[in-house]
């Protein structure tokens, strides 16, 4: 919106002392730094007409003070301070999810900006006490001028600080936690409050990142203000659905914080008007633990409806994955009696050695102990020229998987071992990237044999095959693992119908024709219920 449009016969407003003077002609008290000698100065600066025309536009809906606020101060000068202001349509859709679930005791809006979720929501929930935070004076300001227009002052509780240092004393009712946090990036994050999200998280047993943005800082200080019974609907980027550092956030909505839905934005439905961002509503019930969390994305604001859809995913699958986006994207409807792979199994890529040529060697090629001499799938064709069922480990090469405690062995175990690790360390191997990432750097730690193994990369729909000897996989394929025991006739009917059904057009297609089947979007395969799979199979 550009400054002129905003102001069409308001040029009576030129700067953010005219706003401020406007705030105080509509009935706003002196606010921090905003002193009272700036407030007598300033009545005598805005007309009646302003303010009555103001007043107007306020009680009409609009949030005419904060739409003033973002033509004077530009997009650049508010993106230090995270200032991102909500559209009103997604504000009243949050709200009513959340007039769907209980009547709260209390409200608390973390960044409350020019008021727009604080005060809708004091007039959703007429008998709650308001309570909103800010470190900008101006936008308690506005948020008060508002208030007073709206005749919600007295319920209304602005607090000029930092979210993260706020006190809240327990009530006798749930809170309602609403708003938009704001997202500023770690670079420009104080070093003292990255101490304090790192301590914090620890005493919640979450590991951290420094990397953090501010509005992952405000999940972590409402998961600490908040008591079982409470609930909330926070709309911010999308970025931790998938990033490192957004791994506390998933660890949070997994546990007590209690995920109930998350709706994904597409950033070409410009949910702000001012940051072209992948917008993500995300609604909690504090101290629920859900058998699973509804998720999708929508194209547009209007496809938001009550926050009630979505599709199901398990806990236990969000609590296993380390990308969340998958989940969102849009997938073909189920038809009667299927679901999604994910729901039956874990699907598992194989260990990365490293350094094939070092750990990877031809059956009696080497002389260390069979103990640490595993039978494994090292190449794709392995599985594709098996057929339905991989029936002998002959023409299998072995990986060498060491344990991390290498005292377990005899003494010329030992010996053969210490000279297999000293020409390993001679051409360097454990320098290498994924070695030096490893607790022990020679130990590849291979996954248990998956009685269904799966190649994931060709320019063909993948090879599902039954494991009959055990064998274990490096990367070059998936492993698929029952969540609950499987019989073999089950786990039998699984892979034929896996084999029959799976197409290319369901994985990721590059160019030349190579698709690629993720390990989490090999999960979301449609295959038989169980209670369906011995029909699919017999037939």
């Known amino acids: 919106m550009s400054r002129q449009l905003a102001l069409t016969g308001l040029e009576s407003i030129e700067s953010l002392s005219d706003l401020t003077a406007l705030c105080f002609g509509l009935g706003a008290d002196s606010i921090g730094t905003i002193t009272q000698s700036e407030r007598s100065l ?96 101006l936008a308690l300001l506005m948020t008060r001028a508002t208030a007073a227009v709206l005749g919600v002052g007295e319920r209304l509780d602005l607090v000029l600080g930092d979210y993260r240092s706020l006190t809240l004393p327990q009530i006798g009712g749930p809170t309602l936690f609403i708003g938009n946090p704001p997202y500023v990036r770690h670079h420009q994050i104080d070093h003292g409050w990255k101490r304090w999200f790192l ?31 409470d609930y909330g609907a926070f709309i911010t980027s999308s970025e931790w659905l998938d990033v490192n550092y957004g791994k506390l956030m998933r660890e949070l909505l997994v546990s007590d914080f209690g995920a109930d839905s998350i709706h994904v934005l597409d950033p070409e439905s410009a949910p702000f008007a001012d940051a072209q961002v992948t917008g993500t509503i995300t609604c909690f019930k504090v101290g629920e633990q859900p058998e699973s969390v509804k998720m999708r994305q ?7 409806g009550t926050l009630a859809e979505g599709r199901e995913v398990s806990r236990a699958r969000l609590s296993e ?125 291979l996954r248990a044999p998956a009685p269904i193994l799966a190649t994931y990369m060709a320019r063909r729909p993948p090879a599902f095959v039954r494991n009959d000897v055990a064998a274990r996989h490096i990367n070059i394929a998936h492993g698929l693992y029952p969540r609950e025991d499987m019989s073999e006739e089950l786990l039998d009917n699984l892979a034929r119908y896996l084999r029959g059904s799976v197409r290319t057009s369901q994985g990721r297609t590059y160019a030349g024709g190579l698709t690629k089947f993720e390990p989490r979007e090999m999960e979301r395969l449609p295959v038989p219920a169980p209670e369906t799979l011995f029909e699919i199979g017999a037939l």
Not at 298 to 304: F, H, P, Q, R, Y
């Open 298 to 304: 929508v194209s547009s604001i209007a496809e938001l």
């Open 321 to 445: 994955s380390t990308r969340w986006s998958v989940f969102t994207r849009v997938s073909p409807t189920l038809p009667e009696g299927y679901i999604e792979l994910g729901e039956l199994a874990r699907v598992h890529r194989g260990a990365v050695t490293g350094a094939n040529k070092v750990w990877v060697r031809r059956d009696g090629e080497t002389s260390l102990p069979a103990s640490v001499l595993f039978p494994s799938v090292t190449k794709a064709r392995e599985l594709f020229t098996a057929g339905d069922r991989l029936r002998v480990k002959d023409g299998l090469r072995v990986v060498i998987d060491l344990p991390q405690d290498l005292d377990a062995f005899a003494d010329d175990e030992r010996h053969e071992i210490e000279r297999f690790l000293s020409e390993a360390k001679k051409a360097h191997v454990d320098e290498g990237y994924i070695a030096s990432s490893r607790k022990s750097w020679y130990s590849v730690g």
């Open 199 to 229: 301590d914090k998280a620890r005493t919640k047993g979450l590991g951290a990142s420094a990397l953090a943005g501010l509005h992952v800082h405000f999940f972590l200080a409402t998961a600490l203000h908040a008591r079982a019974g």
């Open 42 to 137: 300033s009545r005598t600066q805005a007309s009646s007409g302003l303010i009555e025309q103001a007043r107007q536009a306020i009680v009409g809906g609009q949030d005419f003070l904060g739409d003033t606020y973002c033509a004077l101060k530009s997009v650049e000068a508010r993106r230090p301070e995270g200032q991102t202001y909500t559209p009103a349509s997604i504000v009243q859709t949050m709200l009513a999810w959340a007039g769907d679930q209980t009547t709260p005791a209390r409200i608390v809006d973390p960044g409350v900006g020019s008021g727009r979720y604080a005060l809708a929501a004091a007039q959703k929930f007429p008998e709650a006490h308001v309570v909103a935070a800010d470190t900008d004076p």
